[in-house]
């Protein structure tokens, strides 16, 4: 089949591109407001935009308190979504009152990052310390704004588990990160395979 993008004539009984566009791996973003009150949410549409230096972002469908925190106090921590805790990182996307702990609502525990005032999550196996370099509304093709705001920010401190790696290399099976799919599906990395770039 084809269809026309723009004017969605596919005919489903629901638009398709979320579940074309997969795995996407999912940025559990943690903040906190300039009255110190934290903030979690999980992102589908994040990802690394380059590693030199390394730089993430995230895209927030409106001004939510995730992407209004970052660029109210310049910071924001990306936690890694595991299997191990798929159910935390479901009950955090709850639409909860602006100020409300999303922390205590999945049973998670806030503690300081170590270069950033923002908080992370201590369950967390892996964290990425980010500032904040541009807050963006997204536009479409004729300029009109979308719903969307994407944060930009470069990754200044990395938290590990050391129980997630194996001879020096982080073992992504043993991990178990899980993305986002379309509708409610999801998926978790836990096989592996490797492929060597050819040369010239």
């Known amino acids: 089949m084809f269809y026309d993008a723009i004017k969605k004539n596919h005919g489903l009984p629901h638009d398709p591109f979320k579940a ?3 795995p996407r791996p999912i940025g559990w973003i943690s903040t906190q407001d300039a ?3 934290h903030n979690l949410a999980p992102y589908s549409f994040f990802n690394a935009l380059c ?3 390394p730089i993430v972002m995230f895209s927030s469908d409106g001004m939510k308190d995730s992407a209004s925190n970052a660029q109210e106090t310049g910071v924001f921590a990306c936690n890694l979504a595991t299997y191990a805790l798929k159910d935390a990182m479901n009950a955090s996307s709850a639409p909860l009152e602006h100020g409300v702990s999303e ?8 503690v300081p990052c170590e270069l950033i005032d923002a908080p ?3 369950e967390a196996a892996i964290v990425m310390e980010c500032e904040t370099l541009e807050v963006k509304p997204l536009v479409d093709r004729s300029g009109q704004e979308a719903s969307y705001t994407m944060v930009i920010g ?12 194996v001879d020096g290399l982080l073992d992504t099976a043993l991990l178990k990160p899980i993305a986002r799919l379309g509708y409610r599906d999801y998926a978790v990395v836990d096989a592996v ?4 770039r050819p040369d010239n």
């Open 20 to 22: 074309i566009v997969t």
């Open 154 to 165: 470069q990754v200044v401190g990395i938290h590990i588990d050391d129980s997630c790696l």
């Open 120 to 122: 992370r999550i201590k």
């Open 51 to 53: 590693d030199k230096p």
């Open 103 to 110: 922390f205590e609502r999945a049973g998670l525990t806030p």
């Open 35 to 37: 009255k110190g009150r």
């Open 193 to 196: 395979f490797q492929l060597t």
